[in-house]
């Protein structure tokens, strides 16, 4: 369903169904999509939503793995496939994707992807050596930019993807194990409870060559365990859904660094900046700024909130605020020291 509407040139919104059924309400309402697509485990709370949501009467909705009075099922569609030319030219600035962030504690905001910002992270992949023979197993959300991320770098460059539908430590080793996964990307808090496997031990993981962890930082004591014990390379991911502000750590490559989240990602820029914006030298701590050529569109609806995430710099560059406290070593590696503004982590999902 993901890929279709791509296909069809609409932008897609997933929902986070772990948000309550008023925050949802709000998310589907702000997408204005024409229509909802849904699974069982969600028929019952996107109905209820949709009536007692205004403005959301005409909503079509469309099922996946179920029959009932109102939906159309997807496979049941009798539609002939496209044909060549049938389906829409996508231009670089059309929008892919609308991501919904702080769903839990305020208003969602929809983090706005075009086709130009995807087709731009692929190089920082493909340097790892994704390609065409890759088997990447994924256990984080759809609608987490952690997932997607990496589901469509593999799927762009040819391989398989497959996903864990809950995590569930022993069934993943197993997958690793059986069907020779060759990457996967992790949350820390995943990556801790496999260290914690008794199961980790007997099983053979020698397939993997790229694992990718990001959402949140890493602790020290656990990228030791990691250049210690794990199998292929392993790097960090440091950034925003927003992007803009980006970093990578090689763990394997850099083990003195343990203690930062990397360098600069390919083609971006990272600094620190006082609380008046004036830029700070190397080694102090100041909020973490930063321009790459992943950028989103803005937050959907929200000009005020984009422009308050926003830096213009005196040459007229824009670069993005983290609302992390950090510090630029003498290396050029990320030294974050904490936050600016409050921020609870949950799973790997920033609120």
Not at 80 to 101: M, V
């Amino acid at each position: 369903a993901y890929l279709a509407g791509l296909a069809a040139g609409g932008c897609v919104a997933p929902m986070p169904v772990t948000a309550a059924d008023a925050t949802l309400a709000t998310m589907i309402a702000d997408a204005d999509a024409p229509c909802v697509v849904a699974s069982a485990s969600q028929k019952d709370r996107v109905e209820g939503i949709i009536a007692a949501t205004p403005g959301l009467a005409n909503v079509a909705r469309l099922s996946l793995d179920f029959e009932a009075e109102g939906w159309t099922r997807l496979l049941d569609m009798d539609l002939p496939a496209p044909g060549e030319g049938e389906l829409p030219e996508i231009e670089p600035e059309d929008l892919f994707n609308i991501i919904y962030s702080s769903g839990t504690t305020g208003i969602p905001k929809g983090i706005v992807h075009t086709h130009l910002f995807r087709s731009r992270q692929m190089p920082r992949f493909t340097a790892f050596g994704i390609s065409a023979d890759t088997r990447m197993l994924l256990t984080t959300p759809l609608y987490s930019n952690t997932t997607l991320v990496a589901m469509i770098a593999t799927l762009a460059e040819g391989g398989s993807v497959s996903f864990l539908p809950k995590w569930n430590t022993a069934a993943w080793l197993n997958i690793v194990e059986t069907h020779r996964i060759t990457g996967c990307m992790l949350v820390p808090v995943l990556v801790q409870r496999l260290f914690k496997a008794p199961e980790l031990e007997a099983t053979d993981l020698s397939s993997l060559e790229l694992t990718v962890c990001t959402s949140s930082p890493l602790a020290a004591a656990t990228k030791n365990e990691i250049i210690a014990r794990w199998p292929g390379t392993f790097v960090e991911l440091y950034g925003l859904t927003e992007g803009g502000v980006s970093a990578i750590l090689d763990l394997k490559a850099f083990p003195d660094k343990s203690g930062s989240v990397g360098q600069p990602a390919l083609a971006s820029d990272l600094v620190s900046r006082d609380d008046d914006d004036r830029p700070l030298p190397q080694g102090e701590v100041g909020e973490v700024v930063g321009r790459s050529p992943a950028m989103m569109a803005g937050y959907h609806g929200r000009a005020d909130l984009t422009e308050k995430a926003l830096l213009k710099m005196p040459d007229g560059r824009i670069m993005f605020r983290s609302g992390d406290l950090g510090r630029i070593d003498e290396d050029g590696f990320l030294v974050l020291m904490g936050r600016k503004k409050d921020m609870i982590i949950r799973r790997g999902v920033n609120i």
